[in-house]
């Protein structure tokens, strides 16, 4: 099992947890997302994620499945566990996505409870951003601490998560708040699949974090399985997608991180990013977890 960032580890002990109780790697996935949503420290997924510019904290989710099953939700309020919505879409809706008050609606049919989710912590990271109203996204430093708020580091850090069951059969999530202080109704890359996750039983899967924007403009993971199924590495499969994001982008990409994150069905894994700062949790086959750091194409000389 892998994670993004080095809060990925407690993800992926709650990964393995499930797995040892006969979980599948969905349950794997889900039980380690639910984790990054409820803790109020972590400024970019769930409960304590920073608001958009009008003060409300919206949820973005998805996850898939080894056999090409699907759910999402984007925009969603009110609800912790946007992950386990959109889990719920894919097993009990004939859709693949629900958005802001419907993908609402349907999580309180299916008996998720609601609450606030802007926090004091939130609310005045907010509450500062407004005495200039600027947003600049900041590239990811190995040496920031990534809840730092407001619009530091940690305001657009999404976790995804990849799995492999005790069955070697694949699922990947990713559940994000978004960018801090986004403009009301942004979606970025973490609910879409093909962008911010993509599985492939066949030949692994793969997840994005950073600006969801850019990693929307390359379909990041679907193009790392894709690289992956022609016979590159997971690492040289996500560097290949990010070196294809800078040739597209230029010099725009200079002040934008973007990191991919894949595992293949031989359970290897393998990272790449733009900038240095990127880190990955990885759970091998004995249940060991440890975090590794990534390489970048703009390392820091």
Known sequence: MVSTWDFGAAANAAGWAARQAGGSALDMVEAGGRVAEADESNSSVGLG???????????????????????AVCALEDVVHAVSVARAVMEKTPHVMLVGEGARAFAVEQGFPTQNLLTPRAAAAWREWLRTSEYAPRINSENADWRAAPGGPGNHDTIGLLALGADNRMAGACTTSGM???????????????????????????????????????????????????????????????????????????????????????????????????????????????????AALFEAS
């Open 49 to 71: 994620g920073l608001p958009d510019r009008d003060g409300r904290v919206s949820l973005d989710a998805c996850v898939m499945t080894w056999a090409g099953d699907i759910g």
């Open 180 to 294: 801090a202080f986004k403009m009301r109704g942004r979606v970025g890359d973490s609910p879409l699949i093909g962008a911010g996750l993509y599985i492939d039983d066949e030949v692994g899967g793969a997840t994005a974090t950073g600006v969801g924007e850019d990693v929307v403009r390359v379909a990041g993971s679907h193009a790392v399985v894709e690289a992956m199924r022609a016979g590159l590495d997971p690492t040289a499969a996500c560097r290949r997608v990010v070196e294809r994001l800078a040739r597209l982008r230029g010099s725009r990409v200079a002040a934008s991180q973007v990191a991919l994150l894949a595992l293949d069905k031989q359970g290897r894994a393998g990272a790449f990013a733009l900038q240095p700062g990127f880190t990955y949790a990885v759970t091998d086959a004995t249940g060991a977890v440890r975090v590794e750091r990534a």
